[in-house]
């Protein structure tokens, strides 16, 4: 990427568009502004005036980086059967090599940046619900907002080509921009969507599902199986995401909150679990696994005590960990787990079983290749992981399409972060599906997995506006 000195976006233009004569190529133009502070909900909101569809949301558990993307410069295209991570990081690395950038340039989150998810299972069969969705959703925005520490930035890319205008691409930036950062148009009021219908989707057969499972493992070198379910909610009116995603920021402020749409649906989430963040050559990940509900205080304390001592739960953990830590030894020169087991993560409706794990690894090493090796972990398909994944492509009767797979960002800096889309929901029009999964082991019991999964619903719920599960 060639970083330039200009200031001001028209210049920038001017160079992108020269080197793509010059070069007779396309060229990615990128010009970073600080702004006045933004309420990114609010550009959100005025981003799906005019690229419905095409918009994305995403917020860290410590709000260090709150982006909120709109319109596409380019998605990147699907083709078929291949490696998926070697496609999108491939792509991603040749736009970049194009790619100008002016401006603040250099600033984590900012700039050029690829957003978007994987699906769970590229090899699922395809039925209708995630139609609008492709094995790999990612594309580089339009206009972004980001946070980065407090301080507003506005990034605009532009694919510039060897016969493009700079005063016609600058008038129709600058004419998007005002638009797009006219906060008084902003009105998101929760508005009343009263819900029609709820619906769980063939609960007795998940449950019996669940007991053959049990009954295979005995028999079987499957040690652990992730297996999920679905609840349908259907509204008088459409779903606004925008509220949802202020609802989710009020109550799950430690989760990572996003959405990604597509065509005429929405993907959205609370969700508890980073998948990996890489900052150059440090990387992070989450070992989230083994579950039990929240109660009032001393009750609350009690099940937290439970869950630290269950042994089903403390295995169902292990499993995570050792996964994740093997493939980090894989890639890292130095990985550190503390030593003392799990410790409690409690989120508004559920506390799991939580480790974090760290390592170090060369700069240049792909975060792709960290999703590559650690998706799906046991947490979000099983133990062994590629038995786990063809017994749910053969058990499961929902479509999991996005659910649990690995969504998030990258950067042209070196930065990147992925978390595992659960506690989310598919949203098109009046309708919602959510979905949940438990970790089932030998000594599961259908009905306690069952009760697991309808509390793993609540977050998706509670911010939707349905009936929620005790
Ligand atoms: C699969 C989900 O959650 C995962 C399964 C967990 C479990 O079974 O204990 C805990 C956290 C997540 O890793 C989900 O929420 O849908
Ligand atoms: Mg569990």
Not at 28 to 39: A, C, E, G, P, T
Not at 184 to 194: A, G
Request: overall charge negative; charged content about 25%.
């Amino acid at each position: 990427m060639v970083i330039t000195k200009d200031a001001y976006c028209l210049d920038g233009l001017r160079f992108a568009i020269k080197k793509a004569k010059d070069q007779q190529t396309t060229v990615l133009f990128s010009y970073v502004q600080k702004i006045d502070n933004h309420d990114p909900i609010a550009f959100y909101h005025a981003g799906r005036e005019n690229y419905k569809g095409q918009c994305f949301f995403w917020q860290d558990p410590k709000k260090e980086i709150i982006l909120a993307g709109t319109g596409q410069v380019t998605p990147l295209s699907s083709t078929g059967s291949y490696d998926r991570y070697i496609h999108v990081e491939k792509n991603w690395d040749k736009l970049l090599r194009q790619a100008v950038s002016s401006g603040e340039s250099g600033v984590i989150g900012t700039g050029p940046l690829l957003f978007g998810g994987f699906s769970f299972d590229p090899e699922e069969e395809k039925k209708t619900l995630w139609n609008d969705f492709e094995d790999e959703t990612f594309a580089i925005p339009c206009y972004m907002l980001s946070l980065i520490e407090g301080q507003s930035y506005l990034t605009i890319n532009r694919i510039c080509s060897p016969d493009d205008n700079e005063w016609h691409l600058y008038k129709q930036v600058e004419n998007e921009v005002e638009e797009l950062t006219d906060q008084r148009k902003f009105s998101v009021s929760p508005s009343i969507n009263p819900l029609i219908k709820q619906e769980e989707i063939h609960a007795d057969a998940w449950k019996t599902t669940v007991a053959s499972a049990i009954t295979n493992m005995k028999h079987s070198s499957l040690d652990k199986v992730v297996l999920a379910r679905e609840l349908r909610l259907t509204f008088e009116n459409d779903i606004s995401p925008e509220n949802v995603l202020l609802q989710l920021m009020k109550e799950q402020p430690d989760s990572y909150i996003f959405s990604l749409e597509s065509g005429d649906s929405v993907f959205i989430g609370a969700t508890p679990e980073k998948l990996i963040k890489k900052r150059k050559e440090q990387v992070f990940s989450d070992c989230l696994a083994g579950s039990i509900g929240r109660g009032e205080e001393e009750e609350d304390r009690r099940l937290g005590e439970e869950l630290l001592q269950d042994r089903k739960n403390l295995l169902e953990h292990q499993y995570v960990v050792s996964m994740i830590k093997d493939a980090f030894d894989s890639l890292c020169s130095s990985v550190k787990i503390p030593d003392d087991g799990p410790v409690l993560m409690k989120n508004r409706h559920i506390q799991h079983l939580y480790t974090p794990i760290s390592g170090v690894c060369e700069e240049e090493t792909p975060v792709l290749e960290f999703v590559r090796r650690l998706h799906p972990t046991p947490a979000m398909g099983g133990m062994p992981k590629d038995m786990a994944v063809t017994k749910i492509r053969e058990w499961e009767t929902l479509e999991r399409g996005m659910y649990a797979g690995p969504l998030g960002w990258m950067d042209a800096y070196g930065n990147s972060e992925f978390a595992v889309g659960i506690r989310s929901a598919l949203l098109k029009g009046r309708e919602a599906s959510l979905f949940a999964g438990g970790g089932v082991l030998e000594d599961s019991t259908p009905e306690k997995e069952y009760k697991e999964t309808a509390i793993k619903f609540n977050p998706m719920l509670s911010a939707l506006g349905g009936t929620m599960n005790e």
